[in-house]
T-cell receptor, first 115, second 108 residues
Framework: NAGVTQTPKFRILKIGQSMTLQCAQDMNHNYMYWYRQDPGMGLKLIYY???????DKGEVPNGYNVSRSTTEDFPLRLELAAPSQTSVYFC??????????????FGQGTRLTVV | QQPVQSPQAVILREGEDAVINCSSSKALYSVHWYRQKHGEAPVFLMI?????EQKGHEKISASFNEKKQQSSLYLTASQLSYSGTYFCGTENFNKFYFGSGTKLNVKP
């Protein structure tokens, strides 16, 4: 199994450009999450989804958008990139919430630099 | 919303023990623990559920006190491979939050 796959692994954007970070999972997980991790810091929740067609904001949603048209895919869209969005982005998925004793699986991350 | 971890960083010699703490201002039903090596994605270590027992993974174990809304991760006889950043994770209405992390450095 591939697990959680993120593309691209690295990207440099210019200020004001837009891009989509791709995330796909093949474990039939309902829950998917996007986090950002700034250097030496913890993971901040950007957006999450509890199933196809359902998304909601996390702690730091400004400047981002998501969609969940299928169970497998959960792309993250950056509009008008800013230097403050320079970070490592992780996508994660889980079958359910922690209440049902399920772990979260992470993708390998996308390292984004905005210049 | 995020759980609070302490300490922020720990330096150990091989064979020494360490404790990492995680606390929340919200009621906890479960606590996850993850380890992240430099440049890699976080990897699941264990989950503790409300009313559950202390769990173990090799020489790494954890406890969960739901009344105090706290969890502790115990690393016994640390090995070089234990080096990394440890995160606790908690859930609040489908939102999964991580603590700020504890950086563990095990030296020979």
């Amino acid at each position: 199994n591939a697990g959680v796959t993120q593309t691209p692994k690295f990207r440099i954007l210019k200020i004001g450009q837009s891009m989509t970070l791709q995330c796909a999972q093949d474990m039939n997980h309902n829950y998917m999450y996007w986090y950002r991790q700034d250097p030496g810091m913890g993971l901040k929740l950007i957006y999450y989804s509890v199933g196809a067609g359902i998304t909601d904001k996390g702690e730091v949603p400004n400047g981002y958008n998501v969609s969940r048209s299928t169970t497998e895919d959960f792309p993250l869209r950056l509009e008008l990139a800013a230097p403050s969005q320079t970070s490592v982005y992780f996508c994660a998925s889980s079958y359910s919430t922690g209440l049902l004793n399920t772990e979260a699986f992470f993708g390998q991350g996308t390292r984004l630099t905005v210049v | 919303q995020q759980p609070v971890q302490s300490p922020q960083a720990v330096i150990l010699r091989e064979g020494e023990d360490a404790v990492i703490n995680c606390s929340s201002s919200k009621a906890l039903y479960s606590v996850h623990w993850y380890r992240q090596k430099h440049g890699e994605a976080p990897v699941f270590l264990m989950i503790l559920l409300k009313g559950g027992e202390q769990k173990g993974h090799e020489k790494i174990s954890a406890s969960f006190n739901e009344k105090k809304q706290q969890s502790s991760l115990y690393l016994t006889a640390s090995q070089l491979s234990y080096s990394g950043t440890y995160f606790c994770g908690t859930e609040n209405f489908n939102k999964f939050y991580f603590g700020s992390g504890t950086k563990l450095n095990v030296k020979p």
